[in-house]
């Protein structure tokens, strides 16, 4: 064996270790490289698991092709064996003729069935202890040279680094991974809340609007209709803040679809009885929403009175129905001027002007103390509450944009074999 031969595995070994991504190409090669130089029959790379008890293999190189479909169920024992006992006392362990060694008769049975007589094992170690071991194995009884300790030495080193480099950068990659994915959630979160912030200013707008409007001077509506508007307003903005709460829960329990809105229709029809109210309920049975009765109960009254203020015309007509999907339950809430075509069917988009301002009307209008009962708040409490619920509301919108017809959609999941 030269000089040569073992100067140039070992800068190839180098050279691989610098450009080799993972560990098992420097072992890989360091073991097709080294075993021919050392004249051994086969060898085997073996890493220390998380338990530090067992060494597995992870590299072979000229393995006996027999047993070559079990190498990976092999475990060596710390301290047992060549292998174990190099890594246990952290030193190159010679065994010149294994057959020799009454010590090592355990292994004499190996040893004859994958065809070697002597072992040549080094520790792989790095400053935090050792992670593994190389083992060169010998076909005849062989006494390695110090030349041939000297370059399993220095592979073990080699392949030590290269697994410690390995180790390292992976733990790199998964904390700034981690690290991505924290910065990842806090903005999300901060857009979440900057989201909120800007929701709840605008309700706040929306209710000091609102107010001032109640209280603008030159209003000759009633005291106590102002008060009930007052009222609302303030029920509304409650009931807002209630659910935008991080700890709003709503009672789990199986609602039918109809309770609410015939619950929500029954309270209008008393409070604007001059504003006719259609429920097409259907007749077969439907499935039951999951959610709580009150928050459904105070949704579609928030939803019906909406229609119904923008109904609050001579002729005006609120129609509501419940539809089976596939999946979903929808709960629909339109209404319509008596000047609109009486052919359409879906409802069209909501005007702006319901939900800005309270418009000025003579002092016996009859129908000011529904607008002043349906404030400003209620369509953004709607849609978050119809969220908070599990649901969506959406609103209608047909292609003519006209402002004489709209309406809302609330859609809930359901389990529905169609």
Known sequence: MSDARELLAVREIAHAFLLADRPSDVQQFALDRVTPILGAAFSLVMELGDDGELLRPVAQHEWPSKHRHWIGALRVRVGDGPSGVAVAERRLVEVADLFADASLGAWHEVAEELGFRSIIAAPMETADGPIGAIAFYFADATHVRDEQRALVRVVADQLAAATDKSRRTDALRRANAALAEANAQLERQAAVWNSAVRARDQIVHDVVS?????????????????????????????????????????????????????????????????????????????????????????????????????????????????????????????????????????????????????????????????????????????????????????????????????????????????
Do not use: K
């Open 210 to 418: 609102a107010l001032l409007t109640l209280a603008a001077p030159g209003d000759t509506a009633d005291a106590s209709m102002r008060l009930a508007a007052v009222h609302a307003l303030a029920v509304a903005a409650r009931d807002y803040d209630v659910v935008t709460h991080d700890d709003f829960s709503a009672a789990a329990a199986d609602v039918d679809p109809r309770e609410p809105l015939l619950s929500a229709v029954a309270t209008w029809r008393v409070r604007a009885p001059m504003v006719p109210i259609h429920v097409d309920e259907p007749t077969v049975l439907l499935p039951t929403i999951r959610g709580d009765l009150h928050w459904l109960s105070r949704l579609l009254e928030l939803v019906v009175g909406l229609a119904v203020r923008s109904a609050c015309i001579e002729g005006g007509t609120v129609n509501t129905g419940v539809r089976l999907g596939r999946g979903f339950i929808a709960l629909q809430v339109g209404w319509r001027d008596a000047s609109s075509d009486g052919g359409a069917d879906q409802p069209l988009s909501v005007p702006s002007r319901i939900l800005q301002e309270m418009p000025r009307r003579p002092a016996h209008d009859p129908f000011a103390g529904v607008r002043g009962a349906v404030t400003a708040l209620d369509q953004p409490l709607a849609t978050v509450l119809a969220g908070r619920l599990g649901g969506q509301m959406r609103v209608e919108q047909s292609a003519s944009g006209s402002d004489d017809e709209g309406g809302w959609t609330l859609i809930f999941p359901v389990e529905a074999d169609l």
